[in-house]
């Protein structure tokens, strides 16, 4: 039943910066984490970012650290991907996950697609 809707994709230069925001519809559900993946054509999905819930801690994949920043809106269930300093191995469509349990990542969103020029 959860549902999720990003949004904030675009084509940039290296260097500019996209924020990406994900809004969760989860009804009577709760979540335990939301995060991001990305999947760069050819290329393996891959772990980006992720945020617990309960506590608020985040963990990156290396290549986004200091780059890279997932926060959620405590109003909503929602997270927000900030990145800065885009490079053009960042290209790939983003897509926003949730996951209620903590033990699996159960809904995905459609994507975002971020497309980076160097």
């Known amino acids: 039943q959860v549902q999720l809707a990003a949004s904030g994709g675009g084509l940039v230069q290296a260097g500019d910066s996209l924020r990406l925001s994900c809004a969760a519809s989860i009804g009577t559900f709760s979540l335990s984490r939301m995060g991001w993946f990305r999947q760069a054509p050819g290329k393996e999905r891959e772990f980006v970012a992720a945020?617990?819930?309960?506590?608020?801690?985040?963990y990156y994949r290396d290549s986004v650290k200091g780059r890279f920043t997932i926060s959620r809106d405590n109003a909503k269930n929602a997270v927000d991907l900030q990145m800065n300093s885009l490079k053009p191995e960042d290209t790939a469509i983003y897509y926003c996950?949730?996951?209620?349990?903590?033990?699996?990542?159960?809904?995905w969103g459609q994507g975002a697609r971020v497309t980076v020029s160097s």
């Open positions: 945020l617990n819930w309960s506590d608020g801690r985040t």
């Open positions: 996950v949730a996951d209620p349990y903590g033990n699996k990542w159960v809904y």
